[in-house]
């Protein structure tokens, strides 16, 4: 079924272009990029009302005004959720809060577009579960589709590899902790000839605070296109992430299919994405990482593959453009009442 779908957002992320990109490959599809919170009502209602259904990223202020208007509307709307729009981090210490469940305006917001949304998705089980009881959402018109990651690595190349550890994430204070790039930092004073690179464009002062701790084998890139990720990916021994949440974990899975052996937390979705693929640090503390990586580098060319084949089986791109689309089309054709035949076949990839 042709569906032509109003898809809104507020951030072109590369998962987000992916699934604009799905969409459009059976659909009609329109994108309305929210930067601002200031919303032309009058144009966005005329956008709604010109379209059949509305597909969101995130449960925020960009996504509830389109949301409200199907509703109104009786046009059928679907929601992906899964990261600041579920998570309820309280501040502790050091470490800043994150989530808009903490609390407030952000969690009543989110709440209220989840509860109008027709159908909502998530991208992994963690994040499933932190709808239920973060959110309160109910279980009918909830949907597990796992991100699909696009293969642009290719296949491995024999030779070895560089003695370098990765990690990547914007450099910003709520990172510090969140994403673990203060751990992944002072870790390297451990392991003096073991290169450590922090791939990630510089947002606040948080920078200056990591080049203070650093040791001289720790090298900040600042933004790079994605070329030049993808050339880390394959010349890195490692991939850390030291998360304290993950929605899913699309950097450690594309640096899985590049050849990188996973060192990460078991926070969040990280499990679901590395399996037994990679190894669990005990903690995000600098001597658990330095640990965990000092036994990753150790890692043979067949561990290599079998982390690359994890992500080629399990997180396929076809597999999420498949239900995305039969979600949509579903939807549109039962005039916005979940269709129940796609949640066992979502559910467990």
Not at 108 to 117: D, Y
Not at 226 to 243: F, G, W
Request: glycine share 8%; with cysteine.
């Amino acid at each position: 079924m042709d569906v032509n779908i109003l898809f809104v957002h507020n951030h072109p992320t590369s998962f987000v272009r992916q699934d604009l990109d799905a969409l459009r490959l059976r659909n009609r599809v329109t994108e309305l990029y929210l930067s601002s919170r200031r919303v032309n009502l009058s144009a966005l209602w005329k956008q709604v009302r010109a379209h059949d259904l509305v597909f969101g990223w995130f449960a925020s202020w960009h996504t509830l005004p389109p949301v409200l208007c199907a509703r109104v509307l009786n046009k059928p709307s679907v929601v992906v959720i899964g990261g600041y729009d579920l998570a309820n981090i309280p501040a502790s210490g050091t470490e800043l809060g994150y989530g808009h469940q903490r609390g407030g305006a952000k969690k009543w917001i989110s709440r209220a577009t989840m509860f109008l949304a027709n159908a909502l998705i998530t991208n992994s089980h963690y994040s499933e579960k932190e709808a239920w009881e973060n959110a309160g959402v109910a279980g009918k018109k909830l949907y597990v589709v796992y991100h699909g990651v696009p293969d642009v690595s290719g296949a491995l190349s024999p030779h070895a590899r560089d003695r370098m550890a990765i990690t990547v994430g914007n450099v910003e204070r709520p990172n510090l902790w969140r994403k673990g790039l203060e751990p992944f930092v002072r870790s390297a004073k451990l392991l003096p000839d073991v290169q450590f690179v922090v791939v990630g464009a510089w947002k606040d002062d948080a920078i200056a605070h990591l080049k203070a701790i650093a040791t001289p084998n720790v090298k900040f890139t600042g933004w790079v296109h994605d070329e030049a990720l993808l050339d880390y990916n394959r010349r890195a021994s490692v991939y850390v992430q030291a998360s304290r949440h993950e929605g899913f974990g699309m950097a450690v899975a594309e640096a899985m299919l590049a050849g990188c052996i996973p060192v990460v937390t078991s926070e969040g979705a990280l499990p679901e994405v590395v399996g037994d693929c990679g190894l669990y640090s005990a903690s995000a503390e600098p001597n658990d990482l330095a640990a965990a990586i000092g036994q990753a580098l150790q890692s043979s060319q067949s561990a290599r593959d079998r982390a690359r084949q994890r992500v080629l089986t399990q997180f396929p791109s076809s597999r999420r453009q498949a239900l995305l689309s039969g979600i949509v089309s579903q939807l549109a054709a039962r005039g916005g009442k979940p269709p129940e035949q796609f949640i066992s076949s979502s559910v467990r990839p």
